[in-house]
T-cell receptor, first 114, second 115 residues
């Protein structure tokens, strides 16, 4: 069975600090995709990244970076030099290649304090 | 601009009443989805449709119904059989490429409450 665990329910950091959001997943498939989405207070989910199971290279996009480690089934997300606009709920998600359905974690609510 | 439009933004339902949430997309995506989000919970799949005139139940379909008569539209009806409908409802769409699992694009959501 597929499962996504985001153990951190809520995190608060002061602006300009770095913060890492953890994501651990479970799947029996060898081909799968991992996603991160951001949900700002407005409500819509904003797609951040998609990574397939065969690509373990870390990715950096501006202040955002992602660390994918198959050995620990983790796909962690780091925000460097956090800003107040980063305050949101962040969801990690998993999709097995055999269908298009996405399983979401319960989300981590991130508060960036000025 | 291409995107997904959900309406209304807020909706109130009386006991025993059916209500319909609208979802329209102009992204030319074949696949569309409905999710329910409760406080502190992730998104749970209600129904999905990969092509016009076809749809499948998700994990929590009881008390809901959908139709997919047009590619761009996927309305969700919350029936009186859904005893706990208060939640935030999100519609999404994607390009269904088996094995490539393209990301889903989401609307702004509809918040449904019971009167």
């Amino acid at each position: 069975a597929q499962k996504v665990t985001q153990a951190q329910t809520e995190i608060s950091v002061v602006e300009k600090e770095d913060v890492t959001l953890d994501c651990v997943y479970e799947t029996r498939d060898t081909t799968y995709y991992l996603f991160w989405y951001k949900q700002p207070p407005s409500g819509e989910l904003v797609f951040l990244i998609r990574r397939n199971s065969f690509d373990e290279q870390n990715e950096i996009s501006g202040r955002y970076s992602w660390n994918f480690q198959k050995s620990t089934s983790s796909f962690n997300f780091t925000i460097t030099a956090s800003q107040v606009v980063d305050s949101a709920v962040y969801f990690c998600a998993l999709s097995e290649a055999r269908d298009d359905k996405i399983i979401f974690g319960k989300g981590t609510r991130l508060h960036i304090l000025p | 601009d291409g995107g997904i439009t959900q309406s209304p933004k807020y909706l109130f339902r009386k006991e025993g009443q059916n209500v319909t949430l609208s979802c329209e997309q102009n992204l030319n995506h074949d696949a569309m989805y409905w999710y329910r989000q409760d406080p502190g919970q992730g998104l749970r799949l209600i129904y999905y449709s990969q092509i016009v005139n076809d749809f499948q139940k998700g994990d929590i379909a009881e008390g809901y119904s959908v139709s997919r008569e047009k590619k761009e539209s996927f309305p969700l009806t919350v029936t009186s059989a859904q005893k706990n409908p208060t939640a935030f409802y999100l519609c999404a769409s994607s390009i269904p490429e088996v094995g490539l699992n393209q990301p889903q694009h989401f609307g702004d959501g509809t918040r449904l409450s019971i009167l």
